[in-house]
């Protein structure tokens, strides 16, 4: 997806145990009516936040599912 001058980009990423739960999750909030559509591969991933030199595992270092999605809107 590219973007133009009078575009920008919006995404929403949705983390779940499964690939399941991510599309229900995307249906549920109504996302492809918002212009929403998917960004590339579902994928599982391990999460951590980093911040002042510190870095904190998320989900207790499990890996998740993580859905992203894009839309174009005015910039």
């Known amino acids: ?3 133009t001058l009078s575009e920008r ?11 399941a739960e ?12 918002l212009g929403y ?3 590339g591969r ?6 951590s936040l980093s911040g002042n030199g510190d ?3 998320l989900f207790d270092g499990e ?5 992203t999605f894009v ?3 005015p910039a």
Request: charged share 20%; net charge positive.
């Open 71 to 73: 839309r174009r809107v």
């Open 22 to 33: 991510a599309m229900r999750q995307f249906r549920d909030q109504g996302l492809a009516a």
């Open 63 to 67: 890996a998740m599912i993580a859905a």
């Open 55 to 57: 870095q904190t595992e």
């Open 42 to 47: 579902i994928g599982r991933h391990r999460f």
């Open 37 to 39: 559509a998917i960004a």
């Open 9 to 19: 980009e919006e995404f929403v990423t949705i983390i779940a145990p499964t690939a």
């Open 1 to 3: 997806m590219t973007s």
